[in-house]
């Protein structure tokens, strides 16, 4: 939210310096985000008069001028604005100065060969507002020379970042009353007289929405003038960051923006019939003020009259029924809404505005008489008129909390003891009632006070949180025990793993699109949430890797050559008694190329489903999976692509992992090109491994003897998978084979068609005594043994 400090000072009695009051402010929690002044970048600019203005002798849309900066001295000006002209004064940039608009830097120039020494500016060229017609005019007895900075004077702009339970702060008025608690400075009464009306209002205003709408006040204001608003508020609503429109929409704006209070002003002669707060119909839209139509549903509050919807109710106006500079007759809406209702209309239609962001957050239900007071005293003062009685329709809810309050709590929860008298003073002064017994009233405009520990929050934050010390938690003697869960040691393990081997982590939503749940749903259940922070977030993800792929995409579509990702994280299925289950995964997926083009390797080599699989029995090696009992099994899923893909079982029934090359329709799907290699893991159903029984682990004790390798190579089936034979091998003898791996896989002359031979590198290693070769003979039996039973013959 921003505003400027003499829009500030117009509602707090204070002499703080603008630095003073952005730190008091951060110290409250409304914390800066920046604190800006215009002025500073226009030092480099100053007043100046056109003394002549001829014709440019090469351009028939510039002129020559001869500026007068008050020193005697003219300088020659090259200048396109039409407004240019003899006796005007204006604002000269010179040689050197920085545009704010832009960020060009002037410098003597030649334009179409006449020499220019400048710039005559316009608004918008130096960054005070939208205005490009022409340049700066400014009154004819403006000192000459003078920087225009020190003209128009410093008015630093403050924008404060408000947290969505500060509802109150959401008008320069409630941040004026917590710096006024404070201590810097008095807040100024909202003293707002009463506009009697004339006459009964000709508008008949309804409410059949009473839980969307549970109160509508309006007025008729007939006789109005509608134009430019004054110069004081378009300078506010300029800090504010609102580009001002005309007197009637600058009014409600200025309300808003300065008391928390959206408002909304129809044109009457654009209005049929009665007004009313209703649902929304089947079929219907609205035009809103944006300029963007938007279909509305039947959950939707919205304000029609007989011929249609003209407003989002509380989130935003419609075209139809806007006020321009015919409007005569004006009817003022001042309307409570449910927080709940807009904040689900605004999501359905993505559709945000600062009437959204204040209703739904909670405005001041008590504010609707005043806040119509005060729209009827500007408009009355600004474009004149005569107004109508007020018609109030339904009942705000009104209804306020009594805390019973202990004043010890400060020193108990927020750990200093304040003194009673100055508790009181300060809940007093944020507009909390306190009796003698010490029942706290909350206010109407504060619905995120809720107990007593908020109202500690409320005493602290103002007495100071730089006072609270600084005080130790206690520690207890001797070794400190650990602390993070078995999962959570796992978590870290994998964390390190992965980035061992060159993957780099990712964090991507819980929350998926719901297209992108289904196709990775296997059939399960997805789960949707009812309060979607958007429709493109809207289910919960039943598999880490459409986010993954989500990102992959985003990584390639910048540029990127070769992107390998891994992310830890829950997935979210149904129980068997129907309630959401979190389930820990780990997905890693590689895409782009794995080896970059070379004079070595030639053409850039992608991703396969071996890397895949490497990943993945990595993994669960380091996650304490039992990965020499895992089989490959069958297809890994519909997402997979078929043949180049499968499970890691351990068992027939238990899944620890799949791994593959996502399916050409899943790739699409996801918008991305060329081959792309996944695996997903499956922690939770990894065994976990049995408690050793004390702290410590076991020493390291080395074999006494050397460990023995033979190499074998076998004929197999060549659709044998090469995992089968080796686990054969492995178990031949275990009390002998402490390892064995492929290191070759041969097709080709010598190998009978449709076969192959693996070479198998086996590693034996003695017990108490080395082997002769009787036991060495015994155990290669037993090898070729065991790879005989999956269709292997020795090769000679």
Known sequence: ??????????????????????????????????????????????????????????????????????????????????????GL????????????????????????GVESNGMMCSTRELGLGEEHDGIIELPEDTALGQSFADYIGSDPVFD?????????????????????????????ALDVAPVAGEGRCPVDIRIEDAEGCP????????????????????????????RPISALVDITNYVM????????????????????????????????????????????????????????????????????????????????????????????????SDARGRFERGVDPAFL?????????????????????????????????????????????????????????????????????????VPTWRPDIAGAPDLVEEVIRVHGLDAVPSTPLPRADGVARPTATPVQLLERRL???????????????????????????????????????????????????????????????????????FEIGRRYLRADDGSSDERLSLAVVLAGERTPRGWASGKAQAFDAFDAKAE???????????????????????????????????GPKQVLARFGMVHPATAKAFGLEGPVAVVELFLDRIPARKAAPGFARPHFAPPALQAVTRDFAFLVDAKVPAGDLLRAVKGADKASIVAARVFDDFRGQGVPEGHKSLAIEVTLQPGDKSFDEAALKAISDKIVAAAAKQGGTLRG
């Open 89 to 112: 004064v204006g604002v000269l940039g010179l040689p050197g100065a920085v545009v704010p608009a832009n960020g060009m830097e002037l410098r003597k120039s030649a334009i179409r």
């Open 616 to 650: 993945a029995l990595a993994l669960l090696g380091e996650a304490g999976a039992p990965v020499d009992n895992l089989q490959v099994m069958g297809e890994a899923g519909s997402q997979f692509h078929p043949g180049q893909s499968a499970m890691l079982r351990l």
């Open 257 to 352: 923006l300065g008391y928390g209070r959206p408002a909304h002003a129809y044109d009457l002669a654009r209005l049929t019939g009665a007004v009313t707060a209703r649902k929304a119909r089947e079929g219907e839209t609205v035009l809103a003020l944006n300029g963007k139509e938007y279909a509305l549903a039947p959950f939707m509050t919205v304000i029609a009259d007989d011929a249609g919807v003209h407003d989002i109710g509380g989130i935003m106006g419609g075209e139809h029924s806007g006020c321009t500079d015919q409007t005569t007759d004006v009817l003022l809406e001042v309307a409570y809404f449910d927080p709940a209702h807009i904040a689900r209309t605004g999501q359905a239609l993505a559709l945000a």
């Open 215 to 242: 109160a509508f006040y309006g007025r008729v204001i007939k006789g109005v003038q509608n134009g430019p608003s004054p110069q004081w508020l378009q300078d506010r609503l300029k800090a504010a960051g609102q």
């Open 160 to 188: 404060v970042a408000i947290t969505p339970n500060r509802p109150d702060c959401m008008g320069v008025y409630g941040i004026a009353r917590d710096l006024a608690a404070a201590g810097i400075g008095t807040l100024r």
């Open 369 to 441: 008489d005043t806040g119509m007071d005060l729209l009827t005293a500007l408009v009355l003062e600004i474009c004149g008129g005569t107004a109508s009685e007020v018609v109030r329709v339904g009942t705000p809810p009104l209804a306020q909390r009594a805390i019973a309050y202990d004043p010890a709590l400060a020193g108990r929860l927020g750990g200093i003891a304040v003194a009673q008298s100055e508790q009181k003073r300060i809940l007093t002064a944020l507009g909390f009632a306190v009796d003698e017994d010490w029942t706290v009233t």
């Open 1 to 86: 939210m921003k505003f400027s400090l003499s829009w500030l000072k117009a509602l707090l009695d204070t002499q703080a310096s603008a630095t003073e009051i952005a730190e008091k402010l951060t110290s409250l929690g409304l914390e800066i985000e920046s604190v800006t002044d215009a002025s500073a970048a226009l030092k480099q600019f100053r007043v100046a008069r056109v003394l002549t203005a001829d014709k440019h002798p090469q351009a028939d849309k510039l002129q020559v001028l001869s500026v007068d900066l008050g020193d005697g001295q003219p300088l020659q000006v090259v200048c396109g604005a039409p407004n240019a002209r003899a």
């Open 495 to 565: 964390r390190r793993a992965a980035a061992a081997r060159g993957l780099h982590e990712a964090v991507t939503w819980s929350f998926l699109p719901t297209a992108q749940a289904e196709h990775f749903a296997d059939g399960q259940f997805v789960w949707t949430l009812a309060n979607p922070i958007s429709e493109d977030l809207k289910a919960m993800r039943p598999s880490l890797l459409p986010g993954l792929l989500a990102a992959v995409r985003r990584n390639l579509d910048r540029g990127a050559t070769a992107v390998r990702l």
